[in-house]
């Protein structure tokens, strides 16, 4: 659920759907009608539905986050035929229509699933299980890529790009992480939003859930080492591809999914989590 600048609301709630302050319904759209359109536009690909975030841009366009799936057979380590559940957006506008769409199935690779390829909601082998679609200053997206433990850059370039990936932010992406080693990197992520945005230079504030954190020696936190989950800003160089964590707080917990993160007006950081576990706490 998320507010629009005309002062309605828009919901996930299997359609996706506008409705004004009294509840009223103003527009509606079903995945079956995304469907509809995918194909008559020539797309490949068809959705099974509307899943974690939506993007309202300023021209009145919804980007939506869809569930895509896609079957592989013998994938290393999965013999058989694996039904492979990955990502998808679709640029819809006020119309209804599918004006650009883009499928992680054409442009991430398959073999990498660092948190493995577990069945999700009965719907498939959850691979990339993105959580946040976010816009850039360059009229480009960010999107958060949970099960990769990559926030992505996609080229969208308004509605005309070509959905190429300039660079992967995370562990075994395209960034270099300045002072720091592989557990630096957040993991399992949640709830990136942009502070600031300027030219190359961009600052994330990311929710670090810390799942399957990678050590130096190549350890795994949850064997011999505790995973842990804090709250993190990065300054991102997205010329010189470097990254750096500007700051952190360890709240002393592990939640293993959820979250949230934000910066208050006078400079504060709040943030959330849900299902904490306690953990000792690391320095």
Same mark, same amino acid.
């Given at each position: 659920?998320? *507010?629009?600048?005309? %002062? ?7 359609? $996706?759907?506008? =409705? @004004?302050?009294? !509840? /009223? +319904? &103003? ?48 994938? *290393?380590?999965?013999? %058989? ?7 998808? $957006?679709?640029? =819809? @506008?006020?119309? !209804? /229509? +599918? &004006? ?11 073999n990498r699933h ?50 190429? =990936? ?18 630096n990197w957040f ?62 707080d360890l709240p ?32």
């Amino acid at each position: 659920m998320k *507010p629009l600048q005309n %002062g309605h609301f828009i919901l996930n709630v299997g359609d $996706l759907r506008e =409705i @004004d302050l009294a !509840g /009223n +319904v &103003v527009r509606d759209i079903s995945f079956k009608q995304i469907n509809q359109s995918l194909q008559t536009n020539g797309y490949s690909f068809s959705i099974i539905g509307f899943h974690h975030d939506i993007l309202p841009l300023d021209n009145g366009h919804w980007i939506a986050l869809c569930n895509v799936t896609r079957d592989f057979t013998n994938l *290393p380590g999965y013999p %058989g035929v694996t039904t492979v559940l990955g990502d998808a $957006l679709v640029d =819809i @506008d006020p119309t !209804g /229509n +599918v &004006v650009w769409a883009w499928s992680g199935f054409d442009h991430v690779d398959v073999n990498r699933h660092p948190l493995g390829l577990a069945s999700f909601a009965g719907l498939g082998a959850d691979w990339t299980h993105a959580n946040a679609i976010v816009s850039s200053a360059d009229g480009n997206l960010f999107l958060s890529m949970r099960n990769q433990s990559w926030i992505i850059k996609i080229d969208y370039e308004n509605g005309t790009g070509t959905g190429n =990936i300039p660079w992967r932010l995370g562990y075994e992406g395209d960034m270099n992480l300045v002072f720091g080693t592989s557990d630096n990197w957040f993991y399992a992520e949640h709830f990136p939003i942009v502070l600031s945005d300027n030219g190359s230079q961009t600052t994330f504030a990311i929710w670090d859930n810390g799942d399957n954190r990678v050590y130096l020696d190549g350890t795994i936190c949850g064997t011999t080492i505790p995973c842990y989950s804090r709250a993190t800003i990065w300054s991102v160089d997205q010329e010189s591809k470097e990254a750096i964590l500007e700051w952190q707080d360890l709240p002393g917990y592990y939640n293993f999914w959820g979250g949230s993160i934000g910066v208050l007006h006078y400079g504060d950081v709040e943030f959330d989590m849900t299902i904490p576990f306690e953990r000792p706490r690391r320095e």
